[in-house]
């Protein structure tokens, strides 16, 4: 897959920031999907796996220098992102705008958090629903899972609904661990939607 990103990048003299956007089939088949000609909400997966730092490099670029590594270097571990939105899986994934009346983001050795957000914070109902990127890494799949099961559960965000519990139940979900995922993950597994009784 990063083979043909590559080719398909140089093959139109593509010189700047990108994400190639790729869906994996369940036999291990391929298919390009998307090219977004700048940097993505998932760059920290990329900078996390890689230890680089995209942003600066696309500003080196834009400003006429050159990439201050012209190979990325060893891939460290296996790293995800989750989204976290003031949203309610429950109800459709409705929006849920209101004060965010407690805030406590969590943190620790490969935790990464992105976010604008802040205690007393309005979210508004007018845009994107995200308060915030967690971004987890770990030695292998089954660590950067662990990792994030725990981030989410220290991860508090009171006064309006949010994407946290759903996201936490998903990381104990047994065929998400075992990878097991795909475009129809959540009809197949449309309990993770509610809250346990």
């Known amino acids: 897959m990063d083979a043909a990103s590559v080719t398909g990048a140089k093959a139109i003299e593509y010189v700047v920031a990108c994400t190639i956007e790729i869906l994996l089939d369940e036999d291990s088949s391929y298919y390009f999907m998307e090219m977004h000609t700048r940097i993505q909400v998932e760059h920290p997966v990329t900078e996390m796996l890689y230890g680089v730092d ?24 296996h790293v995800m992102e989750v989204r976290v939105n003031a949203e309610d899986p429950a109800r459709n994934f409705q929006p849920s705008p209101g004060k965010i009346t407690t805030y406590h983001p969590p943190g620790g050795p490969g ?4 976010s604008h957000v802040y205690d007393g914070y309005s979210v508004p ?28 559960d220290s991860f508090i965000i009171e006064g309006v609904a949010t994407t946290i519990p759903f996201l936490g139940r998903v990381m104990q979900n047994e065929r998400f661990i075992a990878g097991d995922v795909d475009t129809k993950f959540l009809e197949r597994e449309s309990d993770l939607l509610r809250e346990p009784a």
């Open 54 to 77: 995209l942003v600066k490099e696309q500003i080196r670029v834009a400003a006429g220098e050159r990439l201050s590594v012209l190979q990325l270097p060893y891939r460290r571990g």
């Open 111 to 114: 935790v990464r958090l992105d």
């Open 125 to 152: 109902p007018y845009y994107d629903s995200l308060l915030a990127k967690l971004i987890c890494q770990g030695g292998d799949r089954a660590e950067c899972i662990a990792r994030m099961a725990v981030a989410l």
